[in-house]
């Protein structure tokens, strides 16, 4: 009898406890403007907004979150250097702004975690998401090569990485392709490389076809 009553207090106390969990708060603090330097003769202007997590800053972001699920979101991380050489007269940090990775945050418990995408360059890559897929244009390691990009949150390895050019170097950020275009039904997503074809890939869980060219009706001009 006493066992099942100290059965039936712990149950009461297990209760009570995941019912007053604690409910984490995010938000997003008021935008700046304030300057990317692409390069030290070089910057540009973007809008930045702090990333709060229970009243406590935890990130600067940039650009638009996406809503993964009802739960989880991903927002672009901006970043201060810095730019302090030891030579330097002042000895007070010089602070510079930095476009960063993307974050993925947990709404529930609060965590805040860097994705890792593969070949992803802060300058010239443009990441387009659809579900929990991100679709973008990498730059490999020599800068030389353009790879069409698809991954899926919580894979190590790219759903889709396949070579569709060489690089071209422009001047511009996110000038390698502009962001990559979806498809819902069936699931397709399209990269248009600067100075390439577009190309089409039909994406089925963890794989990617690409998509075939349908043939054009001669039948028509025989006639």
């Given at each position: 009898?006493?066992?099942?009553?100290?059965?039936?207090?712990?149950?009461?106390?297990?209760?009570?406890?995941?019912?007053?969990?604690?409910?984490?708060?995010?938000?997003?603090?008021?935008?700046?403007?304030?300057?990317?330097?692409?390069?030290?003769?070089?910057?540009?202007?973007?809008?930045?907004?702090?990333?709060?997590?229970?009243?406590?800053?935890?990130?600067?972001?940039?650009?638009?979150?996406?809503?993964?699920?009802?739960?989880?979101?991903?927002?672009?991380?901006?970043?201060?250097?810095?730019?302090?050489?030891?030579?330097?007269?002042?000895?007070?940090?010089?602070?510079?702004?930095?476009?960063?990775?993307?974050?993925?945050?947990?709404?529930?418990?609060?965590?805040?975690?860097?994705?890792?995408?593969?070949?992803?360059?802060?300058?010239?890559?443009?990441?387009?998401?659809?579900?929990?897929?991100?679709?973008?244009?990498?730059?490999?390691?020599?800068?030389?090569?353009?790879?069409?990009?698809?991954?899926?949150?919580?894979?190590?390895?790219?759903?889709?990485?396949?070579?569709?050019?060489?690089?071209?170097?422009?001047?511009?950020?996110?000038?390698?392709?502009?962001?990559?275009?979806?498809q819902r039904e069936?699931?397709?997503?399209?990269?248009?490389?600067?100075?390439?074809?577009?190309?089409?890939?039909?994406?089925?869980?963890?794989?990617?076809?690409?998509?075939?060219?349908?043939?054009?009706?001669?039948s028509a001009g025989?006639?």
């Open positions: 009898m006493l066992g099942r009553r100290a059965l039936l207090v712990a149950l009461l106390v297990s209760l009570c406890t995941s019912g007053f969990a604690k409910t984490h708060i995010i938000t997003f603090g008021k935008t700046a403007n304030v300057q990317w330097f692409v390069t030290p003769e070089k910057s540009l202007p973007i809008a930045v907004r702090p990333l709060y997590v229970d009243g406590k800053l935890r990130e600067f972001t940039s650009g638009d979150a996406h809503d993964v699920t009802d739960s989880s979101f991903v927002v672009r991380r901006a970043y201060r250097i810095n730019d302090y050489l030891p030579e330097d007269q002042k000895k007070v940090p010089n602070w510079k702004w930095q476009r960063g990775e993307w974050l993925l945050v947990n709404r529930r418990t609060g965590n805040v975690s860097t994705i890792n995408l593969p070949d992803f360059d802060p300058y010239y890559s443009v990441v387009s998401w659809y579900r929990d897929y991100a679709a973008y244009c990498g730059i490999a390691d020599e800068g030389e090569k353009v790879f069409a990009t698809v991954m899926q949150l919580g894979n190590k390895k790219p759903v889709l990485h396949k070579l569709v050019g060489p690089a071209k170097a422009g001047e511009q950020p996110d000038s390698e392709c502009p962001a990559p275009k979806w069936p699931m397709r997503v399209t990269f248009e490389p600067a100075g390439g074809q577009a190309t089409s890939f039909d994406i089925r869980g963890h794989s990617a076809d690409v998509t075939e060219k349908p043939e054009k009706d001669d025989s006639q």
